[in-house]
């Protein structure tokens, strides 16, 4: 498996050298903007971006990260995801969960079509490069948000984060012959677009949506046409050497119905993979290294419908290397395969039984109905189901294999300019593997029954449904034909007499929705937009501000309403989710009104939350609902007579006025006045503020305010707030640039002296999460610094050591302080010794002593 991923860098190198070759090899140093608006640097690479020396017809392969939700996924504009190692930079996200941890669920996975043209059989197939954009500046590859806070935000967007990218097979500089068809690449004629979605709402933020479009630009007719999404398991975590990594695949048609749906099951149809023990440390206990979660593929459709849907998987048994580490064989690469019959013949592959190789092969894998059994049941022989008998040891497919599955579906005929439209969902499940130990002692090499019992599939289940909802709403006609979507009653039952078991009578009934109308919708909701922070640091403190207008204004789409409730401020050592601690919160003041329902027998929730000001209204000035909290402390409603008690919805936390909490930096601002505003243009009403204190100012701090919800009539959506990763600030207690340049503060650099046994990884202050190499990860802060310089370390006898170019023209978070990481500017990790450094800028030029012990 693994000469898959060398082979398609070198493919690269080689569209690189042709595309170039009437021209000179350019070096150009650039930056990709994220569309978390963070600059990412990458190498030069010509075929990563386009340039002015570059050829006009040059491809222009472009990438970019989605990672607003938890599960972080690699993407580019030329059939594949994932593959992060081979994007600039290296060590980045590939397909990572949850996002930060450096924890990657598969190596990447490739979108096949091939067809029938002209009586030949062809293939289209990224992974040999055979994909690739249109040329131009812009390659094709969009990017769009919802968040009007972001760099890229659209009207048209359809998530939090959006990236479209078209490709055609018909690229001109592929020039790949093929070993085992023997010709080079012969082109199907298809353009691809790709559409993919991304949130951060915590029902929605552990998948990834996919909207593909297929279309025939060639001039024949493309008969018997198969789609086909390859996934290259292997989870793995960066910097973590584990005594190996196996993948483990399967399949889940079904799964128990949840609360929301009348029916005994629920259609998952997620095709999956995991490690295959979760990977426990040394000690055989989980950390935030082990690979305890799975990621599945969820296919949510076509357009025309399919007739035919494969699963296949394949595995290549792991072989010891001469030092004693493991690596992949793909001479023993085998997988279940369907026995032959006169009517269908088997067929054998040109190297084992499990990987297809070669356009006729792989065609062949796409296009043969076939439906493997879970890889956990490889060691069984599955003859009297259809299959070829397993090889000896079939089992240690389980045990010390590298995994690839396939799910494909068809046939299509396409004449020219004929499309087909598909939709998946990369859908991650967490605590998969419950406890560390199971794996080496229930697995049976023949009787992993036992096994499987303990894998907990019940989070793939939860968002596998969510990504099913957000694809097509339940209950939305989309169409507006009159048709919702599929529905069953929900009965409530009351019994007439309590001492006569199953004597009970139908006191209400509602339809409930399980699927939509079967028109993509790709929406959900949401809850107010996040705040735009802006930090004022200062020594041993920041002061964290925000305009809240966006969110405090915002009508969500499926409800036509105002939804806002309330801000949190967060704090945290690193971007991690698990990392962020709750400092303050404000919320309005409303209650939710239970009332006694006599048809029902039971409280009944009324609707979404009334302000306190509204019940006022209602019930008299002097009305208190705090007093009717409960059913047992219940007010009789003087209108209807019905009984009802006010229960808080959160915690009521709404005084803006005291200093200590989240408070109204202009107190006396009026909303009615749009046009008081700030120097920055930020309506004054809306500015709010909030001080953290006591800070140790040689420590970073990640920061982030999130808007929250008033709820939902819906129980499985609830309350909703942004992730505290949609608006992250990480800044320093440190006077910040502005406050340098204008006081002209020294430089400070510290630890001075630095020592190697100083213990600064144990307590936090360096490789937090211990994933990366001691030598790489060690850390010399400078602080105080002007939003411009550039410093320079030098030995006493004057070598230059490293240089580093400081540059925030625009001031903001981070501006004043710099990190080195203790490694020359010849990637050589330094020695101990009395260095010197210097900080020159446009206003200063400081010099300083440091002094390195290892």
Not at 139 to 155: C, E, H, K, M, V
Not at 418 to 425: G, K, L, W, Y
Not at 636 to 661: E, V
Not at 671 to 676: Q, Y
Request: aromatic share 14%.
């Amino acid at each position: 498996m693994a000469n898959h991923f060398d082979k398609r860098r070198a493919l690269k190198e080689t569209i690189t050298a042709v595309a170039t070759s009437a021209a000179l090899l350019f070096s150009l140093s650039v930056s990709i903007q994220g569309s978390d608006s963070k600059s990412r640097s990458v190498y030069s690479s010509p075929y990563y971006r386009q340039s002015a020396d570059s050829p006009a017809d040059a491809p222009n392969f472009q990438y970019d990260f989605h990672n607003v939700g938890q599960l972080g996924l690699a993407i580019s504009n030329d059939g594949v995801i994932g593959f992060g190692p081979y994007w600039p930079g290296g060590n980045g996200i590939i397909c990572e969960y949850p996002i930060g941890s450096r924890v990657q669920y598969m190596r990447g996975g490739a979108l096949v079509v091939g067809g029938i043209v002209s009586q030949d059989t062809l293939l289209s197939n990224p992974m040999y490069v055979e994909f690739a954009p249109p040329a131009g500046a812009a390659g094709d590859f969009i990017r769009r948000s919802t968040l009007r806070s972001n760099a890229y935000y659209s009207p048209d967007a359809q998530s939090e984060q959006d990236f479209i990218a078209i490709y055609t097979d018909t690229s001109l500089f592929h020039n790949h012959i093929g070993p085992y068809d023997n010709r080079g690449h012969i082109p199907l004629g298809v353009s691809i677009r790709q559409s993919s979605y991304a949130w951060s709402y915590s029902y929605a933020s552990d998948f990834i949506l996919f909207d593909y479009h297929i279309t025939n630009i060639g001039q024949d007719t493309i008969s018997k046409m198969f789609i086909g999404i390859r996934i290259y398991g292997e989870p793995f975590t960066y910097g973590y050497d584990a005594t190996y990594w196996s993948g483990l695949c399967g399949f889940r048609r079904t799964a128990p119905a949840q609360d929301r749906t009348c029916l005994a099951e629920d259609s998952i149809n997620v095709a999956w993979v995991a490690d295959v023990d979760g990977n426990a440390n040394s000690e055989g206990e989980w950390d935030n290294r082990s690979a305890r979660a799975v990621i599945g593929l969820r296919f949510l459709g076509a357009n025309p419908k399919n007739r035919v849907f494969n699963y296949n998987w394949w595995a290549d048994k792991a072989q010891k290397k001469p030092g004693g580490e493991l690596s992949p064989n793909s001479e023993d690469s085998w997988g279940p395969r369907k026995a032959g019959t006169e009517e269908d013949p088997y067929r054998k592959f040109i190297i084992g039984m499990g990987e297809p190789y070669g356009d006729r092969e792989t065609y062949y894998l796409l296009s043969h109905p076939e439906f493997d059994y879970d890889q956990l049941f490889c060691g069984f022989d599955h003859s009297g189901e259809g299959f070829m008998p397993p090889p000896p040891e079939a089992y240690k497919y389980v045990q010390w294999g590298w995994t690839e599955y396939a799910i494909s579906f068809g046939p299509y005929d396409l004449a020219p300019g004929d499309s087909v439209s598909f939709a998946m969902a990369l859908v991650a499940g967490e605590n998969f593997h419950v406890n560390p130990s199971d794996f080496k002692e229930i697995f049976g090499d023949y009787n992993p029954t036992a096994y499987f019992a303990t894998l907990n599939f019940d989070d793939l289940d939860r968002n596998a449904r969510w990504a099913e909802y957000v694809y097509d709403n339940p209950g939305v006609d989309t169409d507006h034909d009159g048709y919702a979507g599929e529905y069953c009653w929900s009965y409530t039952w009351r019994d007439t007499t309590p001492d006569i078991p199953g004597d009970s009578v139908i006191v209400d009934s509602h339809k409930v929705y399980y699927s939509g109308d079967s028109i993509p919708d790709f929406r959900t909701v949401a809850p107010p937009p996040a705040p735009i922070l802006r930090t004022f640091p200062s020594f041993g403190q920041i002061i964290v501000r925000w305009n809240g207008r966006d969110s405090e204004t915002a009508v969500d789409f499926l409800t036509q309403d105002k939804s806002f409730e309330g801000y949190r401020v967060y704090m945290g050592k690193e971007d991690r989710l698990t990392d962020f601690v709750l400092l303050s919160s404000f919320d309005i003041e409303d209650y939710i009104i239970w009332q006694y329902s006599d048809l029902l027998g039971d409280w009944v929730k009324q609707g979404l939350p009334v302000t306190g000001d509204s019940l006022k209204i209602l019930y008299g000035p002097d009305f208190d609902p705090t007093q009717y909290d409960n059913q047992y402390h219940a007010f009789t409603d003087p209108i209807t007579g019905a009984y009802r008690f006010f229960a808080p919805q959160d915690w009521n936390q709404s005084d803006l006025s005291d200093p200590l909490k989240i408070h109204k930096l202009y107190p006396d601002a009026s909303r009615d006045n749009p046009d008081d505003t700030t120097e920055e243009g930020y309506m004054r009403y809306y500015e709010y503020e909030y001080v953290i204190d006591n800070l140790q100012p040689s420590e970073p701090c990640y920061l982030s305010v999130t808007a929250f919800s008033r709820g939902s009539l819906d129980e499985n959506v609830g309350v909703l707030e942004t992730s505290p990763l949609i608006n992250v600030v990480r800044d320093f207690p440190l006077p910040s640039s502005t406050m340098v340049e204008k006081e002209g503060l020294p430089v400070i650099v510290y630890p001075n002296p630095y020592r190697s046994d100083g213990g600064y990884a144990r307590d936090g202050y360096e490789n937090r999460d211990r994933l990366r190499r001691v030598e790489w990860s060690r850390e010399i802060h400078f602080g105080n610094l002007p939003a411009v310089c550039k410093i320079r370390i030098y030995t006493l006898s004057g070598d230059l050591v490293q240089e580093i170019d400081h540059y925030y023209p625009n001031g903001g978070p981070g501006s004043q302080e710099e990190t080195w990481n203790m490694i020359s500017r010849n990637t050589q990790s330094i020695t101990s010794g009395i260095y010197i450094w210097s900080v020159h800028s446009d206003k200063t030029d400081q010099l300083g002593k440091l002094v390195i012990i290892k």
